[in-house]
């Protein structure tokens, strides 16, 4: 196999994984928002705002394609397996991390956007708690750009 085949692998499932991750939390937010709008509709600010939380870690993986493609340009020949092989980890390292981050934030909103539908005022505390799984996230993309530097 080419080593640029291999750069590419891990760049696919960089951007699948991240953003597979992104459409599961933001339709756990969705539908959490359905539901919660069946009791309280005037907050339908806030269920937008939690919803749309989960919806980074597929920018993370799309931010991860600039960083890592411009190392693609090699010819075939050019790219060695090394830097391959890292572009390759990097994009399996932050498509693995925004798939369970998008996921679990989807999950955090969710609960938040139930209980501010059951008429609780959790709005603050729901947005400050999904962004522990966000600073994952952002390790990862911060990984996969100090990566890029070592090609």
Partial sequence: M??????????????????????????????????????NEDAFGTYMVLSAL???????????????????????????????ATIFGAGLA???????????????CANGIAAIGSGYNVFGNTLVLGVFPELYAIIAFAATFLLSAAI
Avoid: C, D, N
């Avoid at 394609?65 to 340009?73: D, K, M, P, R, S």
């Avoid at 693995?96 to 679990?104: A, E, F, P, Q, W």
């Fill in 2 to 39: 080419e080593p640029i085949i291999l750069a590419y692998i891990g760049i696919g499932l960089m951007i699948g994984l991240a953003g597979a991750g992104s459409a599961i939390g933001v339709s756990m937010g969705g539908s959490a928002s359905i539901g919660a709008l069946k009791k």
């Fill in 54 to 84: 989960p919806g980074t870690q597929g920018l993370y993986g799309f931010m991860g394609y600039f960083v890592l493609t411009g190392y693609t340009g090699y010819l075939p020949a050019e790219m060695t397996f090394y830097s391959a």
């Fill in 94 to 108: 932050l498509g693995i991390v925004g798939l369970i981050s998008g996921i679990r934030q989807g999950q955090v």
